[in-house]
């Protein structure tokens, strides 16, 4: 069964840190691209992060320019999300998606899979 698994989720203190972690389960993730998202109670769900199937490119949405990273490590078959300096603003569940595409995908629509979510709690 082809699944994604978030972790790394959890409670933190204004400006502190924490890494997200989308392990893929039944498929590879080496040439999909990966899109992370939030929402948060009350919201819409909006784009955090993007990162493309096998040409590099990474983009970040302007709110979470500078303080967030996504990376991939292709023998863990994992994406990341690197969260520094979070603010209030910031807690949501946050969700991974995927799909086989070499570019970056922006468009929740045009991902194929999804994780659960991971709740991010920002508070002191």
């Known amino acids: 069964q082809e699944q994604l698994v978030e972790s790394g989720g959890g409670l933190v203190q204004p400006g502190g840190s924490l890494r997200l972690a989308c392990t893929a389960h039944g498929f590879s993730l080496a040439h999909d691209a990966i899109g992370w998202f939030r929402q948060a109670p009350g919201k819409e769900r909006e784009g955090v992060s993007y990162?493309?199937?096998?040409?590099?490119?990474?983009y970040y949405e302007d709110s979470v320019k500078g303080r967030f990273t996504i990376s991939r490590d292709r023998a863990k078959n994992t994406v990341y999300l690197q969260m520094d300096n979070l603010k209030v603003e910031a807690a949501a569940v946050y969700y991974c998606a995927a799909t086989f595409r070499g570019v970056l995908v922006r468009n929740a629509q045009e991902f194929h899979k999804w994780g659960q979510g991971t709740q991010v709690t920002v508070s002191s």
């Open positions: 990162m493309g199937g096998s040409d590099g490119s990474i």
